[in-house]
């Protein structure tokens, strides 16, 4: 719970989300470009359904944003342990004071 709140503040601080902090690469936003390209065609072709559409946009959207999370998490913990051996098996680094 408390690495979930730390994640929390860190990602979605004062300032906002961190996205616009991030220089996405070529390949992200020709990706990018892919996927609305994509969205735009199957708007078209459900378009009887777009509200099923949107749900499931909104549906993946919020799953891509807990994966973030828990991936910040997992992070988080695994530079903690690392930080930790380290501290505990080497003379020269003290990360406890």
Do not use: C
């Not at 994640?7 to 991030?22: E, F, H, V």
């Not at 378009?47 to 909104?58: E, I």
């Not at 930790?84 to 406890?96: G, I, P, Q, R, W």
């Amino acid at each position: 719970s408390v690495l979930k709140f730390v994640a929390t503040k860190i990602l979605y601080g004062p300032q906002g989300p961190l996205t616009a902090d991030i220089e996405w690469s070529e390949s992200t936003v020709q990706a990018q470009e892919n996927v609305d390209d994509l969205y735009e065609k199957l708007e078209g072709l459900l378009s009887h359904s777009k509200n099923l559409l949107k749900d499931f946009d909104s549906a993946h959207a919020a799953k891509a944003g807990l994966e973030v999370e828990d991936a910040f998490v997992t992070g988080f913990v695994a530079g903690f342990r690392y930080l930790m051996d380290e501290a505990a098996y080497s003379k020269n680094v003290n990360f406890l004071k």
